[in-house]
């Protein structure tokens, strides 16, 4: 037995018919186009209405359209119109919703050069301020540490 023999057995167990519903949903998603389906992070279906979850805002912005909607909703009706033992139901609303934004790591303090120091901090240091002589020898220390 193949892995997509068992796979299609395991979707058609009617246990998993959600499953089965959020496979064809996705499958048919795919169909908008891949700029729009790369937007969708998932989707499901509760009480004739299709959810669909984007993870940013702009991609809600972007699927939010009455267009858009109308589109989905058309595709989603005519698939389940036209497969007679499909899990979905015909929808009456499209919902887009954002889900939880990933959170990022923070940035850890010691980081390492973009570049090698080529210098090796030798230079004489002729400043007659005080200020400015202590700055070039900070410099010069900069210069050595990164190296």
Not at 2 to 30: C, G, M, V, W
Not at 40 to 56: E, L
Not at 88 to 112: G, H, M, R
Not at 122 to 134: H, L, P, R, S, V
């Amino acid at each position: 037995m193949q892995s997509f023999e068992i796979i299609n057995h395991i979707i058609n167990d009617p246990k998993y018919k959600n499953l089965k519903a959020t496979k064809e949903a996705r499958n048919l998603l795919n169909l908008l186009g891949v700029a729009k389906s790369r937007l969708i992070k998932f989707t499901y279906q509760k009480d004739k209405t299709q959810f669909i979850a984007v993870v940013h805002p702009l991609a809600k912005f972007e699927l939010n359209h009455d267009s858009i909607k109308f589109q989905i909703k058309n595709l989603l009706n005519t698939y389940v119109s036209n497969t007679p033992n499909s899990a979905l139901e015909p929808i009456n609303n499209v919902v887009i919703f954002i889900t939880k934004l990933k959170n990022f790591q923070e940035v850890s303090l010691q980081q390492k050069p973009i570049f090698l120091e080529r210098s090796d901090g030798g230079f004489k240091n002729y400043a007659k301020d005080e200020q400015i002589y202590t700055l070039f020898e900070k410099f010069r220390e900069s210069i050595n540490a990164n190296r």
